[in-house]
């Protein structure tokens, strides 16, 4: 299983980004992604993870209204965009496939992980 997130870069507070993780390698639709960032000196921490289908999202209280999270099935690929960007958004930013086809907010939940993506937010 391979995951390639891409869309991270540098933005200006109030700003928006769009992540993107493209996934290969497994029956994309059969399992749970989730999206973690981990800020210096920071542990990694849940932002968003959604259910197999779709129709169900958790969200970190952190970036909830801010943030939305939704997948393609069809393309094998999980988006976060974010909206309304803060200095404390700044991370690397991990998309994770789960083991199963619920969305979790826990880390163990999940089986792999993409190689990571830099969001820097200016103030």
């Known amino acids: 299983v391979q995951l390639q997130a891409s869309g991270g870069g540098l933005v200006q507070a109030g700003g928006s980004l769009r992540l993107s993780c493209a996934a290969s390698g497994r029956t994309f639709s059969s399992y749970a992604m989730g999206w973690f960032r981990q800020a210096p000196g920071k542990e990694r921490e849940f932002v968003a993870s959604?259910?197999?289908?779709?129709?169900?999202?958790y969200y970190a209280d952190s970036v909830k209204g801010r943030f939305t999270i939704y997948r393609d099935n069809a393309g094998s690929t999980v988006y976060l965009q974010m909206n309304s960007l803060k200095p404390d958004d700044t991370a690397v930013y991990y998309c994770?496939?789960?083991?199963?086809?619920?969305?979790?907010?826990?880390?163990?939940?999940?089986?792999?992980w993409g190689q990571g993506t830099q969001v820097t937010v200016s103030s």
């Open positions: 994770a496939l789960g083991l199963y086809a619920d969305a979790s907010t826990v880390e163990s939940r999940y089986a792999y």
């Open positions: 959604i259910n197999s289908l779709g129709g169900r999202r």
